[in-house]
């Protein structure tokens, strides 16, 4: 407490040291306030079309970082993590749906139920490493989508769960210039605010002193054992944490997307959020983000000319593990380092 | 302070360490030697809990400690260093010992605070003290080879261990550099009150600053004592004959 207390100007400091290049990847002030912006203008500034890929955009980004704390911050390679994006869209589109219960306690209860199954299989999972672990969490969420195909009577089995209402959002009619907005384009600028939010709640704790004894379990988890650290515990620490911010995100794209399907858990998804994350660059904050980003812009773009995207997508992908092994953002970084480099020479 | 009794463990029929019982008196410096596969790491594994014993007890202030997990041995005032050198390689010098007294002092549960802000003065204190002040800034797993032992040292230090457990510390060093070691080891040792335990392979080492020496042969000790009682033991002579230990004398 001593140290805590006496630190507002260490804090101060230790800010200031922060280099230039960590204020611009991550949490400074002046890029992350303007993507944002950015992206808030975008039912104003762009069609109809536009607001559809920011959506999917936005809460890809959540469910990415989400599994980049696994990945990036714990060196866990998790499989499975659709799991609890899907646990996460169901308990909010079953709550929503089938009980009438409002948005504002359905979207936290759907974080919540998310981070309880991810106690449950994460308590088995991090009992095993490396591969046995990411195949365990493959088969849990295999198991999740064999419940969703099969439990007809909660989940609506093949058929899903159809025409998920849209949360009340009739107040956005007193903000200035929302008057004129469809649904669809509120419940965007909803989702860009609840995922900001997110993200921002993730940083923090990846920055927090937990967060630090993650990454010595990520770089060594042996001797992280030896300075006193219960490395299974906060693995499952961890796991929770990433399961309950995927579930947000599945609760999100449940209603973005009118509906839940049981397509939505197939393993498919999981190794598409993986290849965003790393296409994105899985060393940094802002990688899955960008991945995101550039993973559904480049669907869209590719498959205008080629109906063989994955063929592109497996291109791309090849070019960038073995050029730029840190992807996109760790090739910008690595870029930007050598431009300081020869303004500095 | 550190007993180990009638401690055993076999790997498929082949048993690496055999009925071993050693003590380290408070605030001693011990050493463990012996040839390669005498079964010195094993020892160190099963003292630290990274091996079950297959019998046999390890007490610490007379508090059975046998079998524990190793992030509980570590709590209850062990540190060890390995002998392949174990850091945090993607951190830098400076995250990396600040991680360390983050957990020490029990704010790894801390997810509110920043980390990056706390214990600032004790993790700078241990650096210069260790002697990688001027390297803070690096990424561990870019520091040379010597570099990344001291920060192992500082690693186990920053948890205030009441014993200290060195595997080979100085292996793969220049001559150089393992002087420096051992008068670092020493002085630490000297200002921090610690009781040390270290395997090492280096008889000149072994000789210029244990107090009590140990010879463990193919998972038996053959001799304990003094440093001149041991070499002047037959049994070790013959164990070690050509292996340099005549050369010390």
């Known amino acids: 407490m001593t140290v805590a207390a006496s630190t507002p100007m260490l804090r101060r400091h230790a800010l200031a040291a922060t280099a230039l290049r960590d204020r611009i990847l991550s949490g400074g002030v002046p890029w992350t306030l303007v ?46 993590h659709v799991a609890y994006f899907g646990v996460g869209a169901y308990v909010c589109g079953i709550l929503m749906k089938t009980y009438g219960v409002p948005f504002s306690l359905a979207f936290p209860a759907s974080g919540l139920g998310a981070a309880l199954f991810a106690l449950v299989s994460g308590y088995f999972c991090v009992r095993l490493i490396k591969l046995y672990f990411a195949m365990l969490t493959l088969a849990f969420s295999q198991i999740i989508w064999a419940i969703a195909y099969k439990w007809n009577a909660v989940t609506g089995g093949d058929q899903g769960l159809p025409e998920i209402p849209y949360p009340h959002l009739d107040w956005m009619s007193s903000i200035p210039g929302c008057a004129d907005l469809s649904i669809g384009a509120r419940f965007y600028l909803l989702t860009l605010v609840l995922v900001a939010v997110s993200l921002a709640i993730v940083h923090h704790i990846i920055r927090s002193p937990f967060g630090r004894v993650l990454t010595t379990i990520r770089d060594n988890p042996e001797r992280a054992a030896f300075l ?29 997307s009118r509906g839940v399907f049981a397509d939505y858990v197939f393993w498919s998804k999981s190794a598409e959020i993986l290849i965003m994350t790393i296409l994105g660059g899985a060393g940094y904050f802002w990688g899955p983000p960008v991945g995101a980003a550039a993973l559904v812009w480049l669907n869209q773009v590719i498959t205008d000319y080629t109906q063989y995207w994955s063929f592109v997508l497996g291109a791309i992908l090849l070019v960038l593990l073995f050029g730029f092994p840190g992807g996109i953002v760790g090739g910008l970084d690595m870029l930007w380092q050598r431009l300081k480099r020869l303004r500095n020479a | 302070m550190l007993e180990v009794s009638g401690l055993s463990k076999s790997f498929g029929g082949f048993r690496a360490v055999s009925d071993v019982s050693l003590t380290v008196d408070t605030r001693q410096i011990a050493a463990v030697i012996g040839p390669n596969g005498a079964g010195k790491s094993t020892l160190f594994n099963l003292i630290t809990g990274h091996l079950r014993p297959d019998g046999g007890t390890v007490r610490l202030d ?13 709590r209850m005032g062990i540190g060890r260093s390995f002998q392949r050198t174990n850091i945090f390689s993607q951190l830098t010098v400076f995250e990396n010992v600040q991680a360390a007294f983050l957990v020490h002092h029990g704010r ?20 210069a003290s260790i002697g990688l002040a001027a390297q803070e800034e690096t990424v561990a797993g870019t520091l040379s080879y010597g570099n990344q032992k001291q920060l192992e040292l500082g690693l186990a230090l920053a ?91």
């Open chain 1, 35 to 80: 993507i944002f912006l950015l992206m808030a203008t975008v039912p104003w500034l762009g069609s109809r079309y536009d607001t559809f890929l920011a959506s999917q955009i936005t809460i890809d980004a959540l469910f990415a970082v989400s599994l980049n704390l696994l990945l990036g911050t714990t060196g866990l390679v998790s499989f499975g």
């Open chain 2, 108 to 127: 790894g549960r801390n997810f509110w605070l920043r980390a990056d802000s706390l214990y600032r003065e004790e993790t700078a204190a241990l650096l």
């Open chain 2, 62 to 74: 007379g508090r059975d400690i046998t079998g524990a997990p190793p992030y509980r041995i570590c």
């Open chain 2, 159 to 249: 948890s205030s261990p009441a014993v200290l457990l060195l595997d080979e510390p100085t292996a793969g060093m220049s001559a150089t550099e393992t002087h420096e070691t051992i008068r670092l080891l020493e002085r630490i040792a000297a200002e921090r009150a610690l009781t040390l335990l270290f395997t090492e392979h280096d008889m000149e080492v072994v000789f210029s600053i244990a107090q009590k020496i140990a010879v463990l042969h193919q998972g038996h000790i053959i001799a304990e004592g003094r440093p001149e009682e041991v070499r002047a033991d037959p049994e070790v002579r013959r164990v070690y004959l050509g292996h340099g230990l005549t050369h010390t004398q």
């Open chain 1, 228 to 256: 006193g650290i219960n490395v299974r515990l906060y693995q499952l620490a961890s796991f929770v944490i990433a399961g309950g911010f995927a579930g947000l995100a599945g609760a999100l794209y449940g209603i973005f």
